[in-house]
């Protein structure tokens, strides 16, 4: 039962505030922003939420003439952010006329025939000017902003909530939907292959093969399981030519249409830092979550022994998902490829887990009394009782009490991990909802995530 949150994207030629729009909605500094043109070279995606609605929202590299391979790529990037998003932000600046960039950048988004807003930026810099020109690209509505001094942003925000719907959930809701991700060549379309049993995506030792998501719907034990293939991640520098583009905006569709992501990795090439970076946007989507370390059989060594080392050291990398089971696979012999249909099944199952309010508070009470929360002088953060939240596939908890913004992220980890051995939830994230007594915000002040540490 997948449930998938709006993708808003950003586009516009260079320079235009793009990223300064990106850092306003989310109250923080995401994006580099700096006075010179063409400083974002790689789409930026955060989850935002306003009003109780969350949405993905989507910083891409400026519009501009492709003048070598290198920029032809971001261009394909800005593409896809418009063939992915559910709403397109447009942005231009009030300051100078419309440019031919900016006519290129509307039609493209008029194209898609997604719902389309004209965002007119630097209104402190048009100095009065007539700005009815702008009407000309054939887009509305129109909001005029500035986002240095803070003008426009509620209204954009008021607009879009009346355009977005809220967050959806399948309408089959007993297909499982299961998505492949992963950097290029780390054999995501032969697994894809080797599970749909049919030659559907291109296999080749080319990385980067795969262009769009690719899909097959099989029959297992009875029930309907959708594949998706994604074309792959690339590090920022190393976007090649051509087919070699970059592919993240799909990717996030990808994860926000699954119920469970397989996260490939090369045996020959565990540690990855990417790879972490695909596992926290799927951590941070709600989805379940399996390591799987593929083409095992061009290991070296792959005794048991090899595998029981090689274990623990990616537990090390991955320590942010202890959640995640761990499956070494080869899609060439077929080792444990029936293993992950399995594994999917038993997350779905776990994710539909259902924990009466008797027995959770039950459990809060014991470990609050066994470690109880520590927080400053007369502000000591209490727990009170909690609920499961029921329209939720993620596993999603609300707990009310006092001075919750006071609790450690140490002290959140520690209900996660105590919640874990009591209930399981083995392959899928926990979200925890601390709601001040008297507040009665539908999701409390922030969901656990681990703040940064000081």
């Known amino acids: 039962m997948a449930k998938k949150l709006p993708i808003i994207a950003i586009v516009g030629r260079a320079n235009v505030g793009k990223s300064s729009l990106f850092n306003a909605i989310l109250n923080r500094r995401e994006a580099i922003v700096a006075h010179e043109a063409g400083t974002t070279r790689d789409s930026i995606m955060a989850k935002a939420e306003y009003q109780e609605q969350q949405f993905w929202l989507v910083d891409t590299a400026g519009v501009k003439t492709p003048e070598d391979d290198f920029e032809f790529t971001i261009q394909e990037q800005i593409e896809q952010a418009a063939d992915s998003a559910d709403v397109i932000w447009v942005m231009v600046e009030a300051n100078i006329p419309i440019t031919e960039e900016d006519r290129k950048v509307a039609k493209m988004a008029l194209r898609s025939k997604k719902p389309v807003f004209l965002v007119i930026n630097k209104l402190d810099r048009a100095n009065g000017a007539d700005l009815s020109g702008f009407d000309r690209l054939g887009i509305k509505p129109i909001i005029r902003t500035s986002i240095k001094q803070g003008q426009g942003v509620q209204q954009l925000l008021d607009t879009l909530i009346t355009i977005i719907p809220k967050a959806t959930l399948a309408e089959d809701d007993n297909r499982l939907h299961i998505a492949l991700l992963g950097r290029p060549n780390v054999g995501k379309s032969q697994l894809f292959n080797t599970l749909s049993k049919k030659q559907q995506a291109i296999v080749a030792d080319r990385a980067g093969t795969t262009r769009d998501i690719n899909r097959s719907i099989v029959k297992y034990q009875g029930r309907e399981i959708e594949i998706m293939d994604t074309a792959g991640i690339r590090r920022p520098g190393k976007i090649g030519v051509g087919i070699e583009h970059f592919s993240v905006i799909r990717t996030l569709a990808a994860i926000e249409q699954s119920d469970i992501c397989f996260l490939l990795m090369d045996v020959n090439e565990i540690g990855v830092q990417l790879d972490q970076k695909i596992a926290g946007m799927i951590k941070d989507a709600g989805k379940g979550l399996v390591l799987v370390v593929s083409k095992w059989d061009a290991a ?155």
């Open 300 to 454: 070296e060594e792959k005794d048991a022994f090899t595998r029981d080392a090689l274990a623990p050291v990616i537990g090390q990398h991955f320590d942010f998902v202890p959640w995640a089971p761990l499956v070494f696979t080869s899609a060439i012999t077929g080792q444990n490829v029936t293993k992950l249909f399995d594994l999917a099944q038993e997350i779905d199952q776990t994710r539909a887990t259902r924990v009466t309010t008797r027995e959770l508070n039950k459990w809060l009470k014991t470990v609050t009394d066994m470690h109880p929360p520590a927080g400053l002088k007369n502000r000591a953060p209490k727990l009170n009782y909690m609920v499961q939240e029921d329209d939720n596939p993620t596993p999603a908890f609300k707990i009310f009490g006092s001075h919750t913004k006071f609790l450690h992220w140490s002290y959140k980890r520690y209900l996660d991990r105590n919640m874990r051995e009591k209930f399981g939830f083995a392959g899928t994230p926990i979200q925890l909802w601390f709601i001040e007594k008297h507040i009665t915000h539908k999701h409390g002040s922030s969901p656990t995530k681990d703040t940064p540490r000081p």
